[in-house]
């Protein structure tokens, strides 16, 4: 461990293609509590986590000198949730017009997944736990 990098991420950074429609998948998806907003990010605080979403033209003075990839690209990462009981949030995403990627599916290690995606390609899973026979 390096001397004074503590183990806890406070804050994770999505870069977004287009604020408004991020802002508006996460209202309709995610009952976490907006902490900060303006006209290109929205700070969204998940427990004692913040993801920030940050529109992609905003994102170079972060990063440099690498460079901000397309949301086209593919994913890169991937977020889970813990969730009791994946088939009923699996309904209720579909029913807020949320497109699964894949799942519900039990995976060998012992929990049962499903994933779907931001309109940036961001992708989340949730993950409930599973006895294994």
Not at 4 to 14: A, D, N, R, W, Y
Not at 50 to 70: D, K, M, T
Not at 103 to 131: K, M, N, Y
């Amino acid at each position: 461990m390096v001397d004074g990098l503590p183990s806890e991420v406070e804050v994770i950074t999505l870069f977004v293609d287009d604020i408004a429609s991020s802002k508006a998948f996460y209202a309709k998806v995610f009952a976490a509590e907006t902490v900060w907003a303006d006209d290109v990010s929205s700070v969204l605080k998940f427990g004692g986590l913040l993801i920030n979403l940050l529109e992609a033209s905003r994102a170079p003075q972060l990063i440099e000198p690498l460079p901000v990839g397309p949301s086209s690209a593919g994913a890169r990462a991937l977020l889970t949730i813990r969730v009791a009981d994946v088939d009923a949030v699996c309904a209720a995403l579909r029913a807020v017009g949320v497109d699964l990627l894949n799942g519900p599916i039990d995976r060998p290690w012992g929990r049962r997944t499903a994933a779907f995606a931001d309109p940036s390609g961001h992708v989340w899973e949730i993950a409930q736990l599973i006895e294994r026979t």
